[in-house]
């Protein structure tokens, strides 16, 4: 299965990073909101300290809510 960097596990992303765990892929997630990585860690996720370690090493990405051009620019190398 897939290591996937996730940013933004909120109303939105929450729920989709927990049915690709419940897919069996590996989820790291970065979040501003800690009850967010709360919920996050519970459904099995990896926590990031900050946003470019959510996707070091991950073959995919998924930003959820604000995101960063510099953020898409680091994962496209």
């Given at each position: 299965?897939?290591?996937?960097?996730?940013?933004?596990?909120?109303?939105?992303?929450?729920?989709?990073?927990?049915?690709?765990?419940?897919?069996?892929?590996?989820?790291?997630?970065?979040d501003?909101?800690?009850?967010?990585?709360?919920?996050?860690?519970?459904?099995?996720?990896?926590?990031?300290?900050?946003?470019?370690?959510?996707?070091?090493?991950?073959?995919?990405?998924?930003?959820?809510?604000?995101?960063?051009?510099?953020?898409?620019?680091?994962?496209?190398?």
């Amino acid at each position: 299965m897939a290591e996937i960097g996730f940013i933004g596990a909120g109303n939105m992303g929450g729920p989709m990073l927990a049915n690709l765990i419940k897919a069996g892929h590996a989820v790291t997630v970065f979040d501003l909101v800690q009850t967010a990585l709360d919920a996050a860690q519970d459904a099995g996720a990896t926590l990031a300290e900050a946003r470019a370690l959510a996707y070091e090493g991950a073959s995919k990405v998924s930003f959820k809510g604000e995101y960063h051009r510099t953020d898409i620019a680091a994962f496209a190398r």
